[in-house]
């Protein structure tokens, strides 16, 4: 069992920037794919961002390419979300993912956080 707890979410004008937190227990986090996910008010949930167990590899969706940043640090169980040139429409509660071995973009992930709203003012 993994559970997941991000922080780092709040309000910002557009073009301002945030960088959210995802910790998570347990001793196997390296062996986990991580990703970020967002869901805005009336829309289906989105992926963001994912990278592998080792950090290697990174995936992004479109709209994000060039602004966003995601990183983690096995020692420290934690992976980040670097959002830079934030936009109005990046509002919305963002997730973390945790998927054990191969990173997927897809939702199919074994555990999620609770979220963490992020509401980018224009």
């Known amino acids: 069992q993994v559970q997941l707890v991000e922080s780092g979410g709040g309000l910002v004008q557009a073009g301002g920037s945030l960088r959210l937190s995802c910790v998570a227990s347990?001793?196997?986090?390296?062996?986990?794919?991580m990703g970020w996910f967002r869901q805005a008010p009336g829309k289906e949930r989105e992926f963001v961002a994912a990278?592998?167990?080792?950090?290697?590899?990174?995936y992004y969706t479109d709209s994000v390419k060039g602004r966003f940043t995601i990183s983690r640090d096995n020692a420290k169980n934690t992976v980040y979300l670097q959002m830079n040139s934030l936009k109005p429409e990046d509002t919305a509660v963002y997730a973390c993912?945790?998927?054990?071995?191969?990173?997927?973009?897809?939702?199919?992930?074994?555990?999620w956080g609770q979220g963490t709203q992020v509401t980018v003012s224009s």
């Open positions: 990278i592998s167990w080792g950090g290697g590899r990174a």
């Open positions: 347990g001793r196997t986090f390296a062996s986990y794919a």
């Open positions: 993912a945790a998927n054990r071995g191969v990173v997927i973009t897809t939702t199919e992930y074994d555990y």
